[in-house]
Each structure stands twice: as C-alpha cells, then as structure tokens.
C-alpha cells in the first residue's frame, strides 16, 4: 500500500486519495490547501503572501477562467456540461447574476456562446481529433516532489501521451505567454506525477479571437527551468509555512 502525506500531517492510501479526486469540491477544496500545484507554485513564485490569501479566502474566477473552464467541457466532456447554469443576463452586475453568483459553475449566456463557438473549432480542426481520439480526460495524479505532496489533473491522457488544452487572446505570442504564465512548471510536475517522456506532452492551444489552433511539443530546456521554479516555489513554501518565517518579513530586492 503506497502511502502519502499531505500538507496538514494527514496521510493517505494513494489509491483512495486518486479516486477522490475525481471529485471536484475535494480535488479544488481539500486538496487546493493540502497539497501543491502548478498553480500553487505560480502562486508562491509571485509572492507567498499571495499564496496565503488564495489558499485561506481563494479567489474569484474571472471571465476568462470561465470560459476556458467551459471550452474543456464542450470539447472534452460535453457530457459534464449540463454542470453549468446559464444566467441569461447582460452584465454580471444584473440582479439574476448577482442572487446566483454564489452557486456553482454559472456562465452568462455571452461565455457560453463564447466557448461553444470556440470549442466547435477545435472539434472541427483533425489535428485536435486525431490527438484525441482513445484518450481518457481530466485524469489526476498525486505524488512527491522535493518531499512535498503535488496534484494534478491531465486535460488529455493516453499511455505514454499527455496533452493540456489552453485558450489565448493571441496564438502568436503564446510561447512567451507559455513562460509567463509558468507553463514551464506545469510541464515539469505533470510530466513528473505522470510519468510521461518529455517528448510525449503536448499544449494544444487555440485563438480566442481568430480560432487558429496552435499544438506545441516541449523541450528539455523548457522543463528544466520549469523544474528551477517548481523547487523554488518549494523553498518558499518551506521558509513560511513550515520554518514559520514571518510573512510581513518577505522582501523583493532588485537593481534598475
């Protein structure tokens, strides 16, 4: 029985902990405070203060997160997309919008009609179905890196394949978007927890605006500074949520 502790000193049979995370308010609740993530480590890498508030208050999903959450469905799992609740309102300032906001999955119709119109690109582009096609969806995995628990859900899995599906406001400027955005991490502790050659993951990312689709592969070079980040974002995390270094005391020291 394989055995692994989480963030809080809880331990867990890897086996239970993997089928429970194919629970959503488990995999994004329990696990979002007890275990690390690509999202985490961006998080702690822009500061660890920022960690501390999202991780203890979370955050408010933007237009953008929901539409891009909805894509995945509608291209991945069309099945799961009856979750979502559209409230047909104009702006998010609307009454309806306002009196439903604290539920679940709720999409204006403008972000529905939004990611369906680009979700139905990507189901007609052969490129994305043939990459598709005998794969399994939003699969997770959970394991050790630096001696600390991570999580993780793949978009896309086969033996062997992984792929993660991304929107963006511009196909052109998405390999600088990829390391802005820390996508580098994500390529080191996915195809880490997974256990996936670097030479098989792949981002597939499409145009919001002109629906072009873009399918990138990743270089050793990519995840090794990936790799750089992630233990990085480690060692803060270790300074001050386990050495218990004062928050108030982090400084940013830099030379113009």
């Known amino acids: 029985m394989r ?7 809880s ?3 890897m086996e239970t902990v993997l089928t429970k995370m194919h629970d959503d308010d488990f995999y994004y609740g329990n696990l979002a405070k007890n275990a690390l993530s690509s999202t985490a480590c961006k998080l702690l890498l822009t500061s660890p203060k920022t960690y501390h508030y999202v991780t203890k208050y979370g ?8 539409v891009g959450r909805l894509v995945h469905l509608m291209a991945l799992e069309p099945h799961r997309v009856e979750e979502y609740k559209v409230i047909e309102v104009q702006s998010k300032n609307a009454k309806a919008w306002q009196e439903a906001k604290g539920e679940r999955n709720l999409c204006t119709r ?5 990611a369906q119109r680009i979700a139905d690109a990507l189901l007609r582009n052969e490129y994305f179905l043939s990459m598709i096609e ?15 628990p991570f999580r993780a859900k ?16 511009d196909l052109r400027a998405w390999p600088y978007a990829a390391r802005k955005y820390g996508y580098d991490v994500q390529a080191f502790i996915y195809t880490r927890l997974f256990g996936v050659p670097i030479d098989k993951f792949y981002f597939i990312a499409i145009d919001k605006a002109s629906l072009d689709v873009g399918i990138y592969s990743i270089t050793p070079e990519f995840v090794a500074e990936g790799e750089r980040k992630t ?5 803060l995390y270790k300074q001050f949520f386990i050495l218990g270094e004062d928050l108030d005391s982090y400084t940013i020291f830099g030379e113009l």
């Open 3 to 9: 055995i692994i502790e989480l963030l809080d000193g």
């Open 11 to 13: 331990t867990w049979d």
């Open 59 to 66: 955050s408010q999903d933007s237009d953008a997160f929901a």
């Open 110 to 114: 403008k972000e529905f009609d939004e």
């Open 134 to 148: 005998g794969c399994s969806f939003e699969q997770p995995a959970i394991g050790t890196i630096g001696g600390m």
């Open 154 to 169: 793949a978009d896309i899995i086969a033996d062997g394949f992984l792929a993660d599906l991304k929107t963006t406001n």
């Open 231 to 235: 233990l990085e974002a480690i060692e």
